[in-house]
Nanobody, 128 residues
Framework: VQLQASGGGLVQTGDSLRLSCAAS??????????MAWFRQAPGKEREFVAS????????YQTDSVRGRFTISRNIANNTVYLQMNNLEPEDTAVYYC????????????????????WGQGTQLTVSS
C-alpha cells in the first residue's frame, strides 16, 4: 500500500483544515486494517494524533486534539481524512498518515511501530 498525504498549509489560529490520505495498491489491505494520523514537530518525537479502525466504527484521538479533530475514512475511494477545527499554534507539525498491515489488540493503535505503511507527510503551520 502506498499512502499519499495532502492538505497541509499555513493557517491562522482558530482556522479549520482537512488533511487527506489517499491509499493505492492492494485495496484489501487498506480496507481491513487500522489507519492513523501522527505528527512530528521540530525537535520532538513523532506522536499519535488519531486512529480509525477498518469499519470506521472505532476512533481514538490524543487528548490535546479531542473535540477539535475528527478522523474518518471512505473505503470506496481508499481515503482517510483528518478534519481539524479550532487550530492552535501547538498543532504546527508535519502530519503523517499510516496504516497497519495486521490486527493488534490493546493500545497498539497509538504506537508508531505497529504501522508498516507511511505517507510522506504534509506540513501544517498555524500562526498566532
Amino acid at each position: 500500500v502506498q499512502l499519499q498525504a495532502s492538505g497541509g498549509g499555513l493557517v491562522q489560529t482558530g482556522d479549520s483544515l482537512r488533511l487527506s490520505c489517499a491509499a493505492s495498491g492492494r485495496g484489501r489491505t487498506f480496507s481491513y486494517y487500522t489507519m492513523a494520523w501522527f505528527r512530528q514537530a521540530p525537535g520532538k518525537e513523532r506522536e499519535f494524533v488519531a486512529s480509525i479502525n477498518w469499519s470506521g466504527s472505532v476512533t481514538y484521538q490524543t487528548d490535546s486534539v479531542r473535540g477539535r479533530f475528527t478522523i474518518s475514512r471512505n473505503i470506496a475511494n481508499n481515503t482517510v481524512y483528518l478534519q481539524m477545527n479550532n487550530l492552535e499554534p501547538e498543532d504546527t507539525a508535519v502530519y503523517y498518515c499510516a496504516s497497519q498491515s495486521r490486527y493488534y489488540s490493546g493500545d497498539a493503535y497509538r504506537r508508531p511501530g505497529t504501522y508498516h505503511n507511511w505517507g510522506q507527510g504534509t506540513q501544517l503551520t498555524v500562526s498566532s
